[in-house]
C-alpha cells in the first residue's frame, strides 16, 4: 500500500507565496513521476505541475512562471513553490504520483488528499 500526504497549504494574500509537500510512503519500488494538480469549486481537476524522475518538469500556462516544481527522490517527496498567487489560484491542491511497488509490477496511479489553498486579502 502507498500513500501520499500532503502539507503546506492555507491563507495567503494575493502577491504571497506558498509551499506545498507531498510525501510519498509504503510500498515503493520506483516512481516515474509526481505532480500536482488544483481542483476549484465547479469545476474539474487541472494539471499544475508534473515531474518525471529525472527531473523534467512540465506546467500549465496559467502557472508558468509563478510556480516551481521539485523533487527530492531520496525522500520520496515533491514539492510545489507558488510565489505571485492570485485569486484564481484558489483550489484544493491533490498530489499525484506513477509509482511501481515491485519490479514484477507495473505503474499506478496514487492521489493524496488534498490540501487547500485560499488566495485573498
Known amino acids: 500500500q502507498v500513500q501520499l500526504v500532503e502539507s503546506g497549504g492555507g491563507l495567503v494574500q494575493p502577491g504571497g507565496s506558498l509551499r506545498l509537500s507531498c510525501a510519498a510512503s509504503?510500498?515503493?519500488?520506483?516512481?516515474?513521476?509526481m505532480g500536482w494538480y488544483h481542483q476549484a469549486p465547479g469545476k474539474e481537476r487541472e494539471l499544475v505541475a508534473v515531474?518525471?524522475?529525472?527531473?523534467?518538469?512540465n506546467y500549465a500556462d496559467s502557472v508558468k512562471g509563478r510556480f516551481t516544481i521539485s523533487s527530492d527522490n531520496a525522500k520520496n517527496t515533491v514539492y510545489l513553490q507558488m510565489s505571485s498567487l492570485k485569486p484564481e489560484d484558489t483550489a484544493v491542491y491533490y498530489c499525484?504520483?506513477?509509482?511501481?511497488?515491485?519490479?514484477?509490477?507495473?505503474?499506478?496511479?496514487?492521489w493524496g488528499q488534498g490540501t487547500l489553498v485560499t488566495v485573498s486579502s
Open positions: 509504503g510500498s515503493i519500488f520506483r516512481i516515474n513521476t
Open positions: 499525484n504520483a506513477l509509482i511501481r511497488s515491485s519490479r514484477y509490477s507495473g505503474y499506478f496511479g496514487v
Open positions: 515531474i518525471t524522475s529525472d527531473g523534467s518538469a
